[in-house]
Nanobody
């Protein structure tokens, strides 16, 4: 059974940093596309950052230069380093994994999310 468990969320002031982690079990993530998504209250879920099987990364414009996605293949763990946080970054953050090497298809497996709250 594939499981993705996010942790590291919390409440910080604007300008602060958080590091989210996503531990994966039951699935080999080193050669597939994985990503972080978020959903703010009253808004649709949006893509935040992706990393493909080759390690190539992509970011939403709103987080580019502030967030960094990375993966530890040995630990089967995905990370999202978030710096210079803003109140508009407040959301539930979800980890997801696809079945493909490149990020050209949708995500198949999802975690339950971790809440990030940024105060001004």
């Amino acid at each position: 059974q594939v499981q993705l468990v996010e942790y590291g969320g919390g409440s910080v002031q604007a300008g602060g940093s958080l590091r989210l982690s996503c531990a994966v079990s039951g699935y080999t993530v080193s050669t597939v596309c994985m990503g972080w998504f978020r959903q703010a209250p009253g808004k649709e879920r949006e893509e935040v950052a992706l990393i493909d099987g080759a390690g190539g990364t992509g970011y939403a414009g709103s987080v580019k230069g502030r967030f960094t996605i990375s993966r530890d293949n040995a630990k089967e763990t995905l990370y999202l380093q978030m710096n210079s946080l803003r109140p508009e970054d407040t959301a539930m953050y979800y980890c997801a994994a696809s079945r493909g090497y490149f990020c050209t298809s949708g995500m198949t497996y999802w975690g339950k999310g971790t809440l990030v709250t940024i105060s001004s």
